[in-house]
């Protein structure tokens, strides 16, 4: 092998990972070598396994720490700076890393070592996070099948292939089956009152249908433009859901709502055997692993104890959100009578009627927030917020890091009072739609752990899709992004904030699924904040603040039809924990069945009898939300609880909201995954998590 080490900037295992060095064609070398050289290491542990921290976890972090610097880019690389090449390159190499991390993984020797430390007279003396780290480790091995023998172990291996072909099965259906519907609206006086987006959209779906062999529209038919047509909608969300709110013709929405709701229910692309038999092998892999039912297995590994205490969640938002259910429904009818539609109001009208109910409360748009919003105001803003909660200090540190583009700025973390460095961030804030993914997020960059007796401090990505600057214009920022910008800051400050120098547990990792969105949204809380929202705007022609209306009219468009979403969610939530626990698929009842008696405790709406709705929940039959549907209730209860610890002592008490934060950080930031989220969260709250504040903050209660 020659040593081209050197100059692989993927092969670096010290520092920032050199992103301005990296060039897909470098991806295959440094891989080949990092697999090889895992695969020795792996036999090495393997044979020289004792069951202590040093014989077993330290050797499996020492083996994962090559794979941060050289296969964690790539990934982050094809968010951020796609090409054919890289796609190519990740392409050749992804079958081989899954391979490799079953090994490590599914490895019985690992397993069968951890499980001796469990049993050592030792293991109380490790600390609670390294106990932690070997228990998650452990449970996910056991999940994989690792502990069972000879033909359960079989049928366990028949099982999970078995399910995940139904589950790729499944959400293929639900593609082809959106496919083959189309609707083609000619007449321009009917797409009267559509937004602007809706119309590009559907102009640009009809001018590619042309060419695809899915579509009625033929190949020399003449061009769409937005603004004349023809259009062309279906039931994927960006084209169906502003059709529904927008479009005045009752048929037609009638016609798409139909189509929607009974998506992937009969014909070639039909779902609903494949529901049946996914809840069957679910059932029986969960007896397989000794769990009584699926959402049982579900749960083993979430913030959640079992499913009482998801149903209890249930119950105490469900019973206060009705009523205001029952009269956002209510307003709805009254305005659709005033304004002359005389059937009573259906499914097709909800959509409808609620926008103009919207549009008639609160006049406002996000396009008129905008100037008040400057990218750089907006972060100062999220800065100051920061360091007064949490005693760090944020500084800019553009030049000292490396980038991919030379639009990415960089940031160091340090802790106030004793002014040592902490963390770094690197912000890449605005949309580059040839190379960057759609959407807004944070991923860890490198994690929080011991190398060669050093800790190495964590680093986070954050990447918006902002408007550039224009000339002198700076980037504006819609309201939803300043939203999804404290939202992504959220995760970040989890993983830089972390105090836990173990990678398996620090930062975000090893944190339960269903606790994963609190730090995140309890950042969010805080853009609803008026001085602190205040604060971080600017016109940028009058250097105004944000007017009083224009903040009232966000809070309170916020609860707006608050109850009638929270019970939509619900009744999602409820019907996957009913169907992977009591449900029997085995038994003469239908899974459609079970959505119907949820429904008609939970909506104010009863669905209509030919609703499949569960035939397109890809999220439950082909996504990893089965049995955890209710985790973006959960993590909501809990953020809009801890926040509530800061509405308790008064968000305008300096001293007592620093010193809470400062708590927030000690607790919930600091020990991340290092901790039971419970725990975590009643050393911050002095108790369990409570419905009450969710409610509250949402008008509900
Ligand atoms: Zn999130």
């Excluded at 695809?212 to 909608?233: N, Y």
């Excluded at 972390?498 to 930062?507: K, M, N, P």
């Excluded at 002592?649 to 290092?674: C, M, N, P, Q, W």
Aim: charged share 25%; net charge negative.
């Amino acid at each position: 092998m020659s040593d081209a080490s050197n100059d692989n900037p993927f092969l670096v295992t010290r520092g920032l990972p050199p992103y301005d060095k990296m060039e897909a064609s470098q991806v295959a070398e440094a891989m080949d070598r990092v697999i090889a050289m895992a695969e020795k290491k792996i036999d090495d542990i393997e044979q020289n396994l004792t069951p202590t921290w040093e014989g077993v976890m330290q050797p499996l972090e020492a083996l994962d720490l090559p794979f941060s610097y050289a296969w964690s880019p790539v990934g982050h690389l094809l968010g951020v700076k796609n090409s054919d090449d890289l796609r190519t390159a990740h392409e050749a190499i992804q079958p081989r890393m899954v391979e490799l991390s079953l090994r490590i993984n599914q490895s019985r020797p690992i397993y069968d070592c951890l499980k001796a430390m469990q049993a050592e007279p030792d293991w109380d003396r490790l600390d609670e996070a390294q106990r932690r780290a070997i228990e998650g480790k452990v449970l996910q091995a056991e999940h994989a099948g690792v502990g069972l023998e000879g033909e359960q172990k079989e049928r366990f291996l028949e099982i999970s292939r078995e399910l995940s072909r139904i589950s790729t099965k499944f959400s293929n259906n639900v593609l082809d089956a959106r496919k083959q519907f189309e609707l083609i609206i000619e007449d321009v006086g009917n797409a009267e009152g559509w937004p602007t987006t809706l119309k590009q959209v559907a102009a640009q779906s009809y001018n590619e249908a042309r060419t695809s062999d899915d579509s009625k529209v033929a190949e020399d038919a003449g061009e769409a433009s937005p603004d004349s047509g023809p259009w062309r909608i279906t039931l994927d969300y960006p084209s169906f859901i502003p059709f529904m709110q927008h479009h005045r013709v009752r048929a037609d929405r009638e016609l798409m709502y139909r189509a929607q709701m009974t998506l992937a229910s009969s014909g070639e692309f039909n779902n609903q055997e494949l529901i049946r038999e996914t809840l069957k092998l679910r059932k029986e892999k969960a007896g397989l692993l000794g769990y009584d039912s699926f959402a049982d297995l579900s749960l083993s590994s979430k913030m959640a104890s079992g499913v009482s205490a998801v149903s209890d969640m249930f119950d105490s938002l469900s019973a206060p959100s009705k009523p205001h259910a029952d009269s956002d429904l209510k307003a709805l009818a009254e305005l659709a009578s005033e304004s002359g539609q005389t059937e009573s109001l259906l499914h097709w009208d909800t959509g409808f009627w609620a926008e103009r109910l919207r549009e008639k409360l609160f006049d406002y748009t996000d396009e008129e927030l905008r100037p008040y919003f400057p990218l750089s105001r907006v972060l100062d803003g999220l800065f100051s917020l920061a360091e007064r909660l949490f005693d760090v200090k944020i500084t800019r540190a553009d030049g000292e890091a490396p980038v991919w583009h030379d639009e990415v700025q960089y940031f160091t973390v340090a802790d106030a009072s004793t002014d040592e460095q902490m963390a770094s961030f690197y912000l890449d804030p605005y949309s580059r739609p040839s190379e960057k993914r759609g959407g807004a997020w944070m991923a860890g960059c490198l994690d929080r752990r011991i190398v060669d007796g050093e800790v190495r401090l964590p680093v986070v990505h954050l990447i918006c899709n902002g408007t550039p600057p224009v000339g002198d214009t700076p980037s504006l920022m819609g309201f939803r992004e300043v939203e999804t910008l404290f939202h992504e800051f959220g995760h970040g400050l989890q993983g830089m904030l972390t105090a836990v120098d173990y990678a398996e547990v620090s930062g975000l990792g090893g944190v339960e699924w269903d606790a994963v969105e609190l730090a995140s949204q309890f950042m969010e809380n805080w853009c609803y904040h008026k001085e602190t929202l205040l604060g971080m705007t600017q016109h940028v022609e009058s250097g105004e603040p944000l007017p009083d209306d224009l903040y009232e009219k966000i809070v309170a468009s916020r609860n707006f039809r608050a109850g009638s979403l929270l019970l939509r969610q619900l009744e999602f939530g409820k019907t996957d924990m009913l169907l992977h626990s009591s449900f029997d698929p085995n038994g003469s009842e239908t899974v459609f069945d079970v959505h119907r008696q949820v429904s008609s405790e939970m909506s104010v709406l009863q669905p209509l009898e030919e609703d499949r709705f569960l035939c397109g929940f890809s999220h439950i039959f082909a996504g990893g939300y089965a049995a955890g549907y209710y985790s973006y209730k959960w993590s909501e209860v809990l953020s809009a609880d801890a926040f509530g610890a800061f509405e308790e002592v008064g968000l305008t008490d300096e001293a007592k909201v620093s010193a809470l934060g400062r708590k927030f950080r000690d607790t919930i930031l600091a020990l991340g995954g290092g901790r039971h989220p419970m725990e975590l969260f009643k050393d911050f709250r002095g108790r369990e998590p409570d419905t009450k504040a969710l409610l509250r903050q949402t008008g509900l209660g």
